[in-house]
């Protein structure tokens, strides 16, 4: 099951936050808050909020264990942008944008196989009866007539 949360017009560049989600992407949720904390870029608090929403979102509508979950993507968009002047001289002014970011974050849980006693005992079981049915097929097509 997948589990998103969205962070819109965070008033960051994208290619800055970009920087940062391509360090947690492919991560435990452990291992992404440890990276987080250690980076000393200005994006890690934002992508640490959204990334904490969706294990928020994950573990309260979703009833998924915190342990298992594992990030599947983070997307970061371009938001509006802010259009603004700087004064230059003879009058003159210089046109610059501010951007924006939205962030996605989709979280997933990892595959854990769970394999019971009784399983094992049933590929057993199936195994010794194709050999035995391969040994009779055997038996009555060697050396006779059909």
């Known amino acids: 099951m997948k589990v998103h949360a969205i962070a819109k017009s ?6 800055k936050v970009r920087l940062v989600a ?5 991560l435990s949720i452990e291992q992404a808050f440890i990276v987080l904390e ?6 890690a608090g934002p992508l640490a909020k959204t990334l904490q929403s969706a ?28 259009k603004r002047f700087h004064p230059s001289s003879r009058g003159r002014v210089h046109p610059y944008k501010k ?3 939205h ?3 989709v979280l997933k849980e990892k595959a854990v196989k ?6 094992t005992n049933d590929k057993k079981q199936k195994n010794d009866d194709k050999k035995e049915t391969a040994f009779v097929k055997k038996q009555t097509t060697k050396g006779g007539k059909k």
């Open 10 to 15: 965070v008033r960051m560049s994208p290619r």
């Open 22 to 26: 391509d360090a947690i992407r492919q």
């Open 38 to 43: 250690a980076t000393q870029n200005r994006a």
């Open 55 to 82: 294990v928020a979102n994950a573990t309260t509508n979703n009833n998924l264990d915190r342990d298992n979950l594992i990030i599947d993507s983070i997307l970061v968009n371009e938001g509006q942008a802010l």
């Open 99 to 101: 951007k924006s970011s």
């Open 103 to 105: 962030i996605t974050i």
């Open 114 to 119: 769970k394999v019971s006693v009784a399983q």
